[in-house]
Every structure is written in C-alpha cells, then in structure tokens.
C-alpha cells in the first residue's frame, strides 16, 4: 500500500495495520516530510491552533518501585525530597498568571502522599485557583482514584510504558502491564479524563513492537498520550544499554499517534529536548498542542531526575514560557485560554 493510500484510509477513519504503521515509522525522504505535513494539518484543523500550557509539579521523588530504568527508583541511593503542602499551593496560585492553566501534580509512588492529603490538595488548588488539575502519583487502587474524583481531580496521567508484556515484566519487578491496564480502565471507566503513553526504545524493543505501542495506545480511547525516548540513566540496570532507535523515529512515533488520535492531546514532552535541543518546538510543528513547564521549585528541581540531561532545570517557568510565546507567535499559533478539555469528551456530550 502506498502512503497517500494510507492517508486515505485514515483520512475515512480505517483501522491501520501492523505493517502499515511501520510503514509509516521507516519513512524516508519525500515521503517524511509529507508524514509531517499531514500530522501538523491534522492537528490544525481537528485541535486548532491552541497550545495548552500545563505545568509539572514533581512533589516527590520518593518511589516503592525499582523500575530498571527509572532515575528515582527504590534502589538508587540519592538525596530524597517531598515538597510541603503549603509549598505546592503557593506554586498553584502563582501558575495562572503566567499562562497555565492546568497543573500537574507528579511524583514517584510515594505512600506519604495519601489518599487524604493528596484529595486534600486537590480540593484546595479549586477552591483557591482557576486551575484544573491532572496527578500523575502511578498506582493506586479504585477507592482512592474515586476519591480523588470526587475532591476535583480531573485528569489522570499514567503511561503504560510498553504493550509487549515480557519488556514490560522486565523492566518492571514490581508489578505487571495487567495491573497498570486495570488502573486505566478503572479511571476511564469513572470518566476521568485519562491519559497514557509508552517509551520509545526501550532495550529489546523492536519497530514492531513500536508500531504495536501506537496501535494499542490508539485503542484505549485516551484523552491524552504521552510519549518520550528511552534514556540511559547512569544509576540504573539499564545504565549501559542504548536506545534501539535513531533519534528521527521518535518524531515519526509523535506525528503517526496524531494521524491515528485526531482529537487527543499531545504533548512535547520535555524528555526529547534532553537527546535533542529544540525538540519540543519542533514536536508542535508535527502534531504535538500540549507544552509542559517545569514548574517545581529549584531547590528540588535537580534531584528529580527520571533521565540524565534533563533540560531547564536553571530556568524560571516564567522564562519558559516566555521564550515559548515568541516563537509560537511566529508560527500563528497561541496559548490556549480555559483546562483545554478532552475533545473527544466534549464531542460525545459528557
């Protein structure tokens, strides 16, 4: 099948296969840039022209978890942070002003941040601020999910990493892709606007599986994917072990997710500016309309360190994003106003 074929089709909305994923993820060429071009048009006409500025705070990098490739795992012996309540709200009163209008509240699977006080948090950040709010804390069970729904929470963010089960089960001890899916479904199910995503290029990883990656992650009905590349981190088991991929494929991974998810969300995730300055703008050019400062308070900023390299960790959000507002005012393009809800919700009346 030729790849204006393969628009065509998706264009109808027809399910694409295996193969014609990869087809799409060894484009070269020509035909590259037509991918891109395709993608960026996709997102203009189905997503416009808003880029909706999300800020991360990372409030903890305490983690029961040892994922081998995680630069917070249990296991790794490093300086341990937990930002105070106080602390995190006063970043949240300060967000709006700046642009933000939705906040992330990130961290390692960290029992300190209960049930309770995170949904104390959450209600707080409502009634003190115009700001939705997304948590990204991993795991946890439906009782607390549901919980945390009802104090406010809008969005959850948890990646599934990789759909092929043995990576998973390898680069993940303690616990399996069936527990994380489960989680998924449980929010979905409530009517959390979910969110989920994958590694590009994680050891053993093939195109194949890549491709599989997009085409499950396309499935799940997300209201945002989140994708990034597998970076070697010096702590780690997988400290020594390089990413399968050239760096172009993690741009096609980006573009091909916003031919298959019309009106989902996606980030340019600050994790492709670690292996490529400028990445993250590039992304926006190919079909990415979510941008994500980093807004957790510089006396902790270095010790979250998920990957090495980590980009502007020096930097104020306010510098962020004024840097990002100039160059995106010279593309046509602007800071979105409101959450920046889930289309597909909204197109469907919930």
Known sequence: MTTEEIFRNIDADTPLRLAEVVQLLVAEGSLLRLLYEKADTVRRECMGNDVFLRGIIEISNHCRNDCLYCGIRRSRAQERYRIPDEEILGVCRKLPASGVTTVVLQGGEDEYFSRERIGQLVERIHRETTLA???????????????????????????????????????????????????????????????????????????????????????????????????????????????????????????????????????????????????????????????????TPPAYRGHYELYPGKPGVDLSLEESVSGLQQQLTAQGRHFGIGPGEATRLRDKGK
């Open 133 to 295: 709010v997304t948590l990204s804390l991993g795991e946890r069970d439906a009782k607390t999910y549901r919980f945390w729904r009802s104090q406010g929470m809008d969005r959850y963010f948890m990646r599934f990493e990789t759909s092929h089960g043995n990576l998973f089960k390898t680069a993940h001890p303690d616990s399996t892709l069936a527990q994380r899916l489960q989680c998924l479904t449980v929010l979905h199910d409530m009517g959390v606007q979910t969110g989920s995503g994958f590694l590009i290029g994680l050891p053993g990883e093939t195109i194949e599986d890549l491709a599989a990656d997009i085409l499950f992650c396309s499935r799940l009905e997300l209201d945002m994917i989140g994708v990034g590349p597998f970076i070697p981190h010096p702590g780690t088991p997988y400290s020594c072990v390089k990413n399968p991929f050239d760096l172009e494929i993690v741009f096609k991974a980006v573009a091909v997710l916003r031919l298959l998810n019309k009106r989902c969300h996606i980030p340019a995730t600050t994790a492709f500016d670690a292996v490529a300055p400028g990445s993250r703008l590039r992304l926006l050019q190919q079909g990415a309309n979510v941008f994500m400062p980093n807004a």
